[in-house]
């Protein structure tokens, strides 16, 4: 049996009715812009990620694009960030003037050590961003403490609803940087039917600031503080994402239970190192990543068996072209690169019947010999 990476279909068909008919509500009032749903939806967030003010945008990259603007990183300023992260993280670092420095990972979770955040400080450091990679948050507490002051954008777009237990607290993703960011993009946990973004935050001049930065840098129709953008979070997408929301934990708990399934089936092979979860973090899996030293080699055998995997992320940011200016060689974040070559995503999402697990694993163990 074939077994997609990711299967929306089939989350699709079990809360049709309620998205068509919240989606149908929006077109019969057309309302699209703004209103109800979008701040519905972003006091439902806020909640969910214990802070006080959240606010919706048109996708998680105008999410970080907006929260180092209300940062006032610009031109002259460095950013502080990791290299294996998907491609929009350094991006929006890039697209405010600001110049992307890079740390490495910790090579057991993928998430930033802090360590590295440390060593990459300099004058002219402005920020940091920290991506909680993959569904499990990055140790957030101690990447404020090497940010030495600085203020801290949490990239959780992978990680809605992922936890860590900070001083036998519990702190969601998104809830202790200066500003947390999320991506409502399909593929994501909490996935739209369309792009969608928001920012969290628990400081009031930075939840003004956002609001101004989404809508032309006015609060006031046609009077203008600031140059800002227009990146509002879409009704329709709203009103779809309210729909999914309350099957989101038990989505991250079918999660966890595929990726414990896979962990017990695949502990005896002794060339597949399957995803390390800090002992602090509760992750929503929004990947399951195995490193594998033959990995190009067991793709190809899934393909063959049909069986859906991606590669998240085969270069490292400080390799990509388009960074050439910023003077990086292979060899500068090792253990990204070790990443780069090692990693390989197996179909996780909660819909995954018992016998698509079975078909995952069996390809898996035929490619060592079990
Ligand atoms: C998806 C993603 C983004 C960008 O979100 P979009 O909604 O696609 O713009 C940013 N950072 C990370 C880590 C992501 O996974």
């Known amino acids: 049996m074939a077994v997609p990476l990711l299967d929306l279909k089939a989350q699709h068909a079990t809360i049709r009715d309620d998205v068509v008919a919240a989606v149908m509500d929006i077109v019969d009032q057309q309302a699209f812009i703004l209103g109800d749903p979008v701040g519905q939806l972003e006091c439902s967030v806020a909640g969910l990620s214990q802070v006080k003010y959240a606010v919706g945008c048109a996708n998680g990259t105008d999410a970080l694009l907006l929260a180092l603007r209300a940062l006032d990183v610009g031109h002259g300023d460095e950013?502080?960030?990791?290299p294996f992260t998907f491609?929009?993280?350094?991006?929006?670092?890039?697209?405010?003037?600001?110049?992307?420095?890079?740390?490495?990972?910790?090579?057991r979770t993928f998430n930033i050590a802090p360590d590295t955040v440390r060593a990459s400080i300099s004058d002219r450091t402005k920020a940091v961003i920290a991506v909680d990679l993959f569904g499990q948050m990055a140790p957030i507490e101690e990447v404020i403490a090497?940010?030495?002051?600085?203020?801290?954008?949490?990239?959780?777009?992978?990680?809605?609803?992922?936890?860590?237990?900070?001083?036998?607290?519990?702190?969601?993703?998104?809830?202790?940087?200066?500003?947390?960011?999320?991506?409502f993009f399909p593929s994501k946990n909490l996935g739209g039917y369309g792009d969608g973004g928001m920012m969290v935050t628990q400081d009031e001049s930075l939840f003004e600031a956002l609001m101004?930065?989404?809508t032309h840098g006015s609060r006031r129709t046609y009077f203008h503080e600031i140059v800002g953008y227009n990146s509002r979070l879409d009704a329709l997408q709203a009103a779809v994402l309210r729909a999914k929301l309350p099957h989101l934990a038990a989505w991250s708990e079918a999660r966890r239970r595929n990726a414990a399934y896979y962990d017990a089936?695949?502990?005896d092979l002794t060339?597949?190192?399957?995803?390390?979860?800090?002992?602090?973090?509760?992750?929503?899996?929004?990947?399951?990543t195995l490193r594998v030293p033959e990995r190009d080699a067991l793709q190809a055998h899934l393909k063959a068996h049909e069986i859906g995997s991606s590669v998240y992320y085969p270069l490292p940011l400080h390799l990509q072209p388009c960074f050439a200016y910023l003077?990086?060689?292979?060899?500068?974040?090792?253990?990204?690169?070790?990443?780069?070559?090692?990693?390989?995503?197996?179909?996780?999402?909660?819909?995954?019947?018992?016998a698509q697990r079975d078909d995952v694993i069996a390809a898996v163990r035929t490619f060592f010999g079990h």
Do not use: W
């Open 79 to 82: 950013v502080v960030t990791t």
């Open 87 to 107: 491609f929009a993280t350094a991006g929006a670092i890039h697209n405010v003037g600001a110049r992307p420095v890079f740390g490495d990972i910790d090579p």
């Open 146 to 183: 090497a940010a030495q002051g600085r203020p801290v954008i949490e990239d959780a777009a992978q990680s809605i609803g992922a936890s860590r237990l900070v001083n036998g607290a519990t702190v969601m993703a998104g809830q202790a940087a200066a500003i947390g960011t999320f991506s």
């Open 212 to 214: 101004k930065l989404r």
């Open 265 to 267: 089936a695949f502990a």
């Open 271 to 288: 060339d597949v190192v399957t995803p390390y979860i800090d002992p602090a973090n509760t992750s929503i899996y929004n990947q399951y």
């Open 327 to 354: 003077g990086y060689e292979e060899g500068q974040c090792p253990e990204s690169e070790r990443a780069a070559r090692e990693v390989l995503s197996l179909p996780v999402f909660p819909e995954l019947t018992t």
